[in-house]
């Protein structure tokens, strides 16, 4: 398996744009988590998914984002409008919640989006 | 709710020091234990985890214990090498407290120099 594959690796965009950024986890994974890497607070759980249904979506820091998942290969990650402080690393990670390990989650390369 | 506190970088050591990262916890159920690392510009990879207590995990020459008594997940490696610079992260994860999903501490950067 190629792994989690998050498109776009880097994205620049001006304030007030949407920006979309999509995850596809690993085939046979039915959770998938988005986090936020920020060097003043670190690793944060914006959202996750249990079988594409999303489960808790208290990390979202505010209406503008919005996540989805359609079926079991893609998410996506909407922000609109962007601003110049979500600029910030994303990742997904996916886990299978059926095996014994399913605690152990397996994270994209992250998409480096910066709001200009 | 659950949380993970590990120590500020960053860390700088000699190549062939002892290493030793701190990693204490805090949760509601019976997590299990990760170490993550993370390499620059790419994404996070699991290097150890432990699922219960007294349980040692181990890899690439890295360990932790799973100490409940002292909720401790101490990252150590007795001789590191300059390839071994990195962001380490320390994570928990307790779905029994209620919740999915891994919570991190906030990185430690290791920086080790020949």
């Known amino acids: 398996d190629a792994g989690v594959i998050q498109s776009p690796r880097h994205e620049v965009t001006e304030m007030g744009q949407e920006v979309t950024l999509r995850c596809k986890p690993i085939?046979?994974?039915?959770?998938l988590f988005w986090y936020r890497q920020t060097m003043m607070r670190g690793l944060e759980l914006l959202i996750y998914?249990?079988?594409?249904?999303?489960?808790?979506d208290s990390g979202m820091p505010e209406d503008r984002f919005s996540a989805k998942m359609p079926n079991a290969s893609f998410s996506t990650l909407k922000i609109q409008p962007s601003e110049p402080r979500d600029s910030a690393v994303y990742f997904c990670?996916?886990?299978?919640?059926?095996?014994?390990?399913?605690?152990?989650?397996?994270f994209g390369q992250g998409t480096r989006l910066t709001v200009v | 709710g659950d949380s993970v506190t590990q120590m500020e970088g960053p860390v700088t050591l000699s190549e062939e020091a002892f290493l030793t990262i701190n990693c204490t916890y805090t949760?509601?159920?019976?997590?299990?234990l990760f170490w993550y690392v993370q390499y620059p510009g790419e994404g996070l990879q699991l290097l150890l985890k432990?699922?219960?207590?007294?349980d040692k995990g181990s890899n690439k020459g890295f360990e932790a214990t799973y100490r409940k008594e002292t909720t401790s997940f101490h990252l150590e490696k007795g001789s590191v090498q300059v390839s071994d610079s990195a962001v380490y992260f320390c994570?928990?994860?307790?779905?029994?407290?209620?919740?999915?999903?891994?919570?991190f501490g906030k990185g430690t950067h290791l920086i080790i120099q020949p």
């Open positions: 949760a509601t159920g019976y997590p299990s």
């Open positions: 990670a996916s886990s299978d919640r059926n095996s014994p390990a399913h605690t152990e989650a397996f």
């Open positions: 432990a699922t219960k207590a007294d």
């Open positions: 994570a928990l994860s307790d779905p029994g407290g209620g919740a999915d999903g891994l919570t």
């Open positions: 998914f249990n079988n594409n249904v999303p489960i808790d």
């Open positions: 085939s046979g994974h039915n959770s």
